[in-house]
């Protein structure tokens, strides 16, 4: 078992930045990889970056590469998601997943309670 809290949401202004962070607990919890999706209202959860458990790894949408850096420190059993120049269309709900298999899709197996995050226009 993998437990996730995030934490490091809130209300910016457009152009702002944000780190959110994303601890883990658990067995083993350094083996997996990290995937961080974001859920908008109306809208269907979408994939934003994911990191494998080394952090050599990284994946990106296209909507957020460039602006969204995510990496990991395993000694803190943590996960980060540098948010820059932020936009109004990134606000959304923002989870992150933990999965043996680093994905893009997300199919993972243990999630988050999620944090918002509000971009101010």
């Known amino acids: 078992q993998v437990q996730l809290v995030e934490s490091g949401g809130g209300l910016v202004q457009a152009g702002g930045s944000l780190r959110l962070s994303c601890a883990a607990s658990?067995?083993?919890?350094?083996?997996?990889?990290i995937g961080w999706f974001r859920q908008a209202p109306g809208k269907e959860r979408e994939f934003v970056a994911s990191v494998s458990w080394s952090g050599g790894t990284t994946y990106y949408a296209d909507s957020v590469r460039g602006r969204f850096t995510i990496s990991r420190d395993n000694a803190k059993n943590t996960v980060y998601l540098q948010m820059n120049s932020l936009k109004p269309e990134d606000t959304a709900v923002y989870y992150c997943?933990?999965?043996?298999?680093?994905?893009?899709?997300?199919?993972?197996?243990?999630w988050g309670q999620g944090t918002q995050v509000t971009v101010s226009s």
């Open positions: 658990g067995r083993a919890v350094t083996t997996y990889a």
């Open positions: 997943a933990a999965n043996l298999i680093l994905r893009i899709r997300d199919d993972y197996d243990y």
